[in-house]
């Protein structure tokens, strides 16, 4: 919440504000206190969004599912805008309508510059392998989680991300599952294309079909392994 309520996000949330409000000045016959409640309205209900989209931005991966809510967002902000306009008698429908177009062009833009802004947590360079993971950072919301290696159980590819299970609990991570295998500690075999497990957290492992294997972890979690994952995590058990 101090993240969100920084100087700097409160300056940009005024300096909208002002600037919305002299253009609806300039663009409609209103008077300038008219303008200015409109643009706070407005204003109000665009960074109110943003702030929500911030939040639960991290369960969000596909670009189409980010456009249609960047859409929704913005149909919302002008029926908020429109609809309070209209029961505090604010503005003529007329006025209201006219400075829609202007205010969705406005809105559109914050979108925008918010998705520029967006902090990206930095990607180590793939195919590195000078220094073993030892731990792994994960941001979630205004927290962030400090994961030791040998407590992951093991790790899945999703997407461009990868989800990793350590001590009953699942978190996301922006990395890519070529770096961590050759990033993580020895322990750590990958077992399928989408699986990297943490050996020692194996407690036995079975063939059920011609070459489809189960690796099965002290937590009860069952993990397919295909053939060539079998193949290197019997050669690194010597089995």
């Given at each position: ?56 931005s991290k369960y969000v991966r596909r670009q189409r599912a980010i456009v249609a809510i960047t859409a929704a967002a913005l149909v919302v902000s002008v029926s908020v805008l429109y609809t309070l ?155």
């Amino acid at each position: 919440m101090l993240e969100v309520l920084s100087t700097k996000r409160v300056a940009t949330a005024v300096t909208a504000v002002v600037f919305l409000s002299l253009l609806l000045y300039l663009y409609s016959p209103v008077r300038f206190e008219v303008s200015f409640v409109w643009s706070l309205v407005y204003c109000t209900t665009v960074f109110t969004l943003l702030f929500l989209y911030s939040t639960f931005s991290k369960y969000v991966r596909r670009q189409r599912a980010i456009v249609a809510i960047t859409a929704a967002a913005l149909v919302v902000s002008v029926s908020v805008l429109y609809t309070l306009s209209s029961l505090l008698s604010i503005a003529g429908k007329e006025d209201t309508l006219h400075i829609l177009p202007l205010a969705t062009l406005f809105g559109s833009l914050l979108w925008l510059l918010a998705g520029r802004e967006q902090p990206k947590e930095a990607e180590p360079e793939q195919g590195k392998s000078d220094e073993t993971l030892t731990r792994i950072s994960v941001k979630d919301g205004s927290r962030i989680h400090i994961i030791k290696t040998d407590k992951i159980e093991y790790i899945q590819s999703y997407g461009d991300y990868v989800q990793i299970f350590s001590e009953g609990q699942k978190h996301i991570k922006e990395l890519t599952m070529k770096y961590l295998e050759s990033s993580l500690p020895m322990m750590f075999v990958r077992i399928h294309r989408s699986c990297i497990v943490n050996s020692s957290m194996i407690s036995r492992i079975e063939q059920y079909g011609k070459e489809s294997y189960n690796v099965h972890l002290k937590n009860g979690t069952c993990l397919k392994a295909s053939a060539t994952g079998y193949k290197s995590l019997k050669q690194f058990l010597s089995i």
